[in-house]
């Protein structure tokens, strides 16, 4: 069997290289441009459909092994007003105007106290907190994107969760990360491992 010259062979091995590259920098989808939905996945099994259009409100599908589990809808990706879980839903009332909050501002502080209401339910007063601590790049796959840091902690009948630091893609309009301390002091980094476009 004859060889390739090598020429040809590095000639080859360089366009694949430049069509495999092109292709993953050009699939890696964004919010910014207008309607459309993404997918974003951690492991096999687990799957997230983000769909976002001309409004403000974005909506996040959470399937595992083909089962939706939860449903939400969140203002700018950041602040939930709506979710539905495993067949429960629960509504937020936020008590303030969201769109004076956005765009976000370097060293961010939000607080703001949302009504949520479960189906058949007395409302609960729910206080969230978000404090920007900083910025980063974070990579999905092949795709990197820039993210804001928030420390986030809710307050439900005076009793605060322990605060998680959620990594939210501006872009994606979206929080494709989030850091939980372990009791050991050490901090876990929860994040998805691919994206695409649902139109590939």
Same mark, same amino acid.
């Given at each position: 069997?004859? %060889?390739?010259?090598?020429?040809? %062979?590095?000639?080859?091995s ?9 292709y993953a920098?050009?699939d ?28 403000a ?20 990706g ?6 539905v879980d495993?067949?429960?839903r629960t509504?937020?009332?936020p ?7 956005f765009p976000?501002k ?14 058949g ?8 907190s978000?404090?920007?601590?900083? %910025?980063?790049?974070?990579?999905i ?17 005076n ?10 893609a501006p ?5 494709? %990360?989030?850091?939980?301390?372990e ?18």
């Amino acid at each position: 069997m004859k %060889a390739f010259p090598v020429t040809l %062979a590095a000639t080859l091995s360089s366009l694949i290289f430049e069509t495999v590259a092109a292709y993953a920098v050009n699939d890696c989808p964004t919010a910014v441009t207008g309607r459309g939905s993404f997918i974003v996945e951690r492991g096999q099994e687990s799957k997230t459909e983000v769909v976002f259009g001309d409004g403000a409100i974005v909506g996040a599908t959470f399937r595992y092994r083909g089962k939706t589990f939860l449903e939400t809808r969140q203002y700018e990706g950041l602040i939930q007003v709506d979710r539905v879980d495993k067949g429960r839903r629960t509504v937020f009332k936020p008590s303030d105007d969201l769109a004076k909050l956005f765009p976000l501002k370097p060293k961010q502080q939000i607080s703001l106290q949302l009504e949520a209401r479960e189906d058949g339910a007395e409302p609960i007063l729910t206080t969230v907190s978000l404090t920007m601590t900083g %910025a980063d790049t974070l990579a999905i796959g092949a795709c990197k994107y820039d993210v804001l840091k928030f420390e986030r902690i809710e307050t439900r009948s005076n009793k605060k969760t322990d605060p998680v630091v959620e990594y939210y893609a501006p872009e994606l309009k979206f929080v494709v %990360a989030k850091e939980y301390r372990e009791r050991d002091g050490r901090t876990t980094l929860i994040k998805f491992d691919r994206i695409y476009s649902t139109d590939r």
